[in-house]
Nanobody
Framework: QVQLVESGGGLVQPGGSLRLSCVASGSMSSINVMGWYRQAPGNERELVARIRRGGSTNYTDSVKGRFTISRDNAKNTVFLQMNSLKPEDTANYYC??????????WGKGTLVTVSS
């Protein structure tokens, strides 16, 4: 089992920045990929960014150049640095951990609101 706890969400003006954190605990040796997903009201959950154990990353096109995912393996923490935020980035952001066996774990989410 893996437990995930997100933090760092909040209200920010367009053009501003936020840094999300996800602290993981449990059987971390079973985890291959860590990622961030988001879900806006009325929309399906979508992948924002993910980082593999080896450090390679993927981003959805709409956040490329603005968001950066990173991980601190020693602290079992994954970060999402979000810059140049836009109103369309408003959503609940969820941390995800994907195991080598395909099992997925989810945090409860943190709300990001981009508004003036």
């Amino acid at each position: 089992q893996v437990q995930l706890v997100e933090s760092g969400g909040g209200l920010v003006q367009p053009g501003g920045s936020l840094r999300l954190s996800c602290v993981a605990s449990g059987s971390m040796s079973s985890i291959n990929v860590m990622g961030w997903y988001r879900q806006a009201p009325g929309n399906e959950r979508e992948l924002v960014a993910r980082i593999r154990r080896g450090g390679s990353t993927n981003y959805t096109d709409s956040v490329k150049g603005r968001f950066t995912i990173s991980r601190d393996n020693a602290k079992n923490t994954v970060f999402l640095q979000m810059n140049s935020l836009k109103p369309e980035d408003t959503a609940n952001y969820y941390c995800n951990a994907l195991g080598f066996t395909g099992i997925a774990y989810w945090g409860k989410g943190t709300l990001v609101t981009v508004s003036s």
